[in-house]
């Protein structure tokens, strides 16, 4: 079993990008999605998460108003639509599940996609 996180890119800022996250040998159910991103010299940040019983989402602050993270039960697929996007959010994103979004610790975490916002 894996997560596989895609579309990470190069994006100016203000621009968007559309992160995907796929699990490879099992279903999301039951389970809350969280991304979480590290950037060089930071601390690991959890930035949203969503059940997926109910949808239920939670942001950090500093996202809020320009991310949006979604689920698609039928693909089974986690997206996180990043919009308005600054050089202060570049650093590797990662797709990970947990028990649920209030839980600490992650179950399982993919290998990551790089995303850059130049200054």
């Known amino acids: 079993v894996q997560l596989v996180e895609s579309g990470g890119g190069l994006v100016q800022a203000g621009g968007s990008l559309k992160l995907s996250c796929a699990p490879s040998?099992?279903?999301?159910?039951?389970?809350?999605i969280e991304w979480f991103r590290q950037a060089p010299g930071k601390e690991r940040e959890g930035v949203s998460c969503?059940?997926?019983?109910?949808?239920?989402?939670r942001y950090v602050d500093s996202v809020k108003g320009r991310f949006t993270v979604s689920f698609n039960d039928a693909k089974n697929i986690v997206y996180l639509q990043m919009d308005s996007l600054k050089p202060e959010d570049t650093a590797v994103y990662y797709c990970?599940?947990?028990?649920?979004?209030?839980?600490?610790?992650?179950?399982?975490w993919g290998q990551g996609t790089q995303v850059t916002v130049p200054s």
């Open positions: 969503i059940a997926s019983s109910d949808s239920t989402t």
């Open positions: 990970a599940t947990k028990t649920g979004c209030g839980s600490r610790g992650y179950l399982l």
């Open positions: 040998g099992f279903h999301f159910d039951g389970y809350a």
